[in-house]
């Protein structure tokens, strides 16, 4: 329902019109340093001309209530890291939002979540897990790993675990993720309603391997189905920043008028710096988001993600249900398009 002229503008109003998360601008209204300036900045216009203000009365209520309905402790998660360097997850943005929405969800059910790392070089598999049962930790959290196709050789049998990502191949569990596959179809369509004729895709190696080639074959999915060119408009890369000058000559070559790409603003600028219009001469939509800001693309909620990563946890818990599952259940969590600075609408160049 829309806002009135007589009612007063919500932080979910601001949200809808933005095309943000609520969470998202709760926390760019907070200045949280895990927003970006540029999102932080949005928020702040939006608000202002929309003179959106904090209700006092409502943040009484909302203090209120959560000191009444905090729950009683019910035991400590182990958010389990296996990074080289044991901050090493937390330059990812995504993981990072991961781990906020797995904390929130079970601080409101009544857990506590530690951070375990699992390659520290001085503690061996078996002491880890010996050292989790006597902190009588029973589930388990696996963070997406560093290397994708990781095989982790533990015995896990006491825990219940769920792993967010695919990067973990071994030992199997419940896997909770962003829905990719149908989000670069849905990239794809999009850019066919916007009038693109030429559409390619831009991924690098670790991005497709970690995701098990979700990204690719969605691409060469649809690349088929439209009766569009495939493999020869793929440009399957190591590391984007080094290879600037290729990409560029990659697009120009094959005349692409609109790329899927694995990565974010930084190829944005330095494509822009090798002469690269963005979007005059060529869309840019990344397949994964975690924000809505300059880039377009699918956006991921991904502390949505990591919540309900914590519930599919919680249940097993309650259920008794520990080890490796007979049966592997996959969550995919959907993705939505924004149309963001990057991506434009050629469907009236004819």
Do not use: C
Not at 73 to 79: D, F, H, R, S, V
Not at 136 to 161: M, N, V, W
Not at 167 to 184: R, T
């Amino acid at each position: 329902m829309n806002s009135s002229p007589d009612m007063p503008v919500t932080q979910r109003d601001l949200a809808r019109r933005l095309g943000l998360s609520q969470s998202s601008v709760s926390l760019a209204l907070a200045d949280h340093p895990r927003i970006s300036p540029a999102v932080k900045e949005r928020v702040r216009a939006e608000a202002e001309r929309s003179r959106y203000r904090v209700d006092p009365r409502l943040s009484a209520l909302a203090a209120y209530r959560n000191k009444k309905n905090t729950p009683s402790y019910k035991g400590t998660i182990a958010w389990v890291t296996n990074f080289e360097e044991r901050e090493g997850w937390k330059r990812h943005r995504l993981f990072y939002e991961f781990y906020e929405g797995v904390k929130r969800a079970l601080l409101r059910s009544g857990y506590r979540l530690e951070t375990h790392w699992l390659a520290n070089p001085e503690m061996a598999p078996e002491r880890f897990r010996t050292m989790l049962r006597s902190r009588g930790i029973e589930g388990l959290i696996l963070a997406p790993q560093q290397l994708p196709d990781t095989r982790i050789d533990l015995d896990l049998s006491d825990f219940a675990a769920v792993s967010l990502g695919f990067s973990l191949i071994e030992p199997q569990f419940h896997v909770v993720h962003g829905e990719l596959f149908s989000g670069v179809e849905t990239i794809y369509r999009k850019y066919e309603e916007l009038g693109h004729k030429r559409i390619g895709l831009l991924v690098d190696e670790e991005s497709d391997d970690r995701t098990a080639h979700h990204i690719l074959g969605a691409f060469l999915a649809r690349a088929y189905l439209a009766k569009r060119p495939g493999a020869e408009l793929v440009k399957r890369i190591g590391d984007m920043s080094e290879n600037i000058e290729a990409i560029a000559d990659w697009i120009r070559k094959n005349r692409i008028d609109g790329v899927i790409v694995s990565a974010g603003s930084a190829v944005v600028e330095d494509l822009t710096r090798a002469g690269i219009r963005i979007p005059e001469d060529v869309s840019f939509g990344v397949h994964l988001l975690t924000e809505a800001a300059d880039t377009g693309g699918m956006v991921l909620d991904s502390q949505r993600t990591g919540e309900i990563a914590a519930q599919r946890l919680i249940s097993l818990l309650h259920n008794w249900e520990k080890g490796v599952p007979e049966s592997v259940e996959h969550i995919a969590v959907k993705q939505r398009f924004y149309l963001g600075k990057t991506i434009i609408d050629r469907s009236s160049n004819g």
